[in-house]
């Protein structure tokens, strides 16, 4: 079986080329190549000699997730469904992966897992259940597939949110080993500024989170104002309830230039009031905290978009009391690029 590259942190390559009995700096070249340049053709990497790139060839791969289907938006933005090779378990999988190009970047949304075992009641990814945990490199493979795709009009800065499908804190190794690379000055060389994990608030991966040297920006999803209203759509709620999670959040070592950001769907008529938005207020007093709010999307699941006014009105409260809030609306809503809904429609077809 030949060794896959793609996912392997410069240690790893190091140790590996001196494996093979070659010097250790060629580990970093191939590194360099792969993440740097986006050389992912061994055949490319020229500064290599030919006898280890014939050894490469033969012996090791870079393997890409291939893209099944691409859906294009009226608003630019392009969901991507991906296939992924069997895992060592010989579980094959289908991911997606949005990109959505704005004026000066692009943002590319990833999946860390092949469904989703967390339940959120207004997620379709949780219908699939969880199918499998991706590889380091099956996460990292989907930035390159999105940037490749879109070379022609390349920004000059690129975000990443792990917002597709999956919980990327139950998937945890894998994960910190695609952000390191990603934020590897010498890898993909993302800021931490322009990367953002996204958790339903799974409290010991937040509390591991809050240890690493190199991390990225984090997101909670709060949706709730009451333990009540969040047990009743994010099951999650009962094994780390609202008073456990935002001692986590404040707790947590923020940088000096960091914020947590909490982001709230607005369901119409469920979470949606005035009280809720003070009793959001009081939840995060003590949390260098923002709010995004992000109106519901309708889709096939029982719930209902806000009024427009109700959610003016949510912000207004936050933000005379100091909480910054923001209104976030869906992209690529007529290609369904809220959370799992492609990879639910594929299933079903
Ligand atoms: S919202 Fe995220 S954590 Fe919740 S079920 Fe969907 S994919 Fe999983």
């Not at 996912?7 to 250790?24: D, I, M, N, V």
């Not at 949110?161 to 190794?173: A, I, K, S």
């Not at 909670?220 to 935002?246: F, H, W």
Request: hydrophobic content about 40%; glycine content about 6%; aromatic content about 6%.
């Amino acid at each position: 079986m030949p060794t896959e590259l793609l996912g392997q942190s410069a240690a790893e390559l190091r140790a590996l080329l001196t494996a093979w009995g070659e010097p250790g700096y060629r580990g970093a070249q191939i590194y360099h190549a792969l993440h740097a340049e986006r050389r992912f053709d061994v055949a490319t990497m020229t500064n290599l000699p030919a006898a280890l790139r014939a050894r490469m060839a033969a012996e090791a791969r870079v393997t890409l997730p291939r893209i099944l289907r691409r859906f294009e938006s009226r608003d630019g933005s392009i969901r991507y469904l991906l296939a992924l090779e069997s895992d060592a378990d010989g579980r094959p999988a289908s991911v997606e992966a949005v990109f959505m190009p704005e004026e000066n970047r692009q943002t590319i949304c990833l999946s860390t897992q092949a469904g989703c075992a967390v339940d959120c009641h207004f997620c379709l990814t949780a219908q699939l259940g969880l199918i499998r945990n991706l590889t380091a490199g099956e996460i990292l493979g989907q930035v390159f597939v999105a940037l490749e795709e879109n070379r022609a009009g390349p920004k000059p800065q690129t975000n990443v949110v792990l917002m597709g499908q999956g919980e990327p804190l139950l998937n945890y190794e894998p994960v910190m080993t695609a952000l390191g690379i990603l934020l590897d000055p010498n890898g993909v060389a993302l800021s931490p500024k322009r990367v953002t994990l996204s958790t339903s608030g799974i409290v010991p991966g937040i509390e591991r989170l809050g240890t690493e040297k190199v991390r990225p920006k984090l997101a909670v999803s709060l949706n709730a104002s009451t333990d009540e209203q969040r047990d009743a759509i994010m099951p999650i709620n009962r094994k780390y309830p609202l008073g456990t999670l935002l001692d986590a959040c404040r707790r947590y070592p923020l940088r000096p230039w960091e914020r947590l950001t909490f982001e709230y769907v607005l369901l119409g008529g469920f979470n949606d009031t005035p009280d809720d938005a003070r009793r959001v207020v009081r939840l995060l007093s003590n949390v260098r905290a923002k709010v995004n709010l992000i109106p519901w999307n309708p889709c096939e699941l029982p719930y209902r978009p806000p009024a427009p006014e109700s959610v003016e009105e949510f912000r207004r409260i936050l933000t005379e009391k100091g909480l910054p809030a923001f209104i976030r609306f869906s992209r690529g809503q007529d290609i369904m690029a809220a959370c799992g809904q492609l990879a639910l429609i594929e299933t079903q077809s």
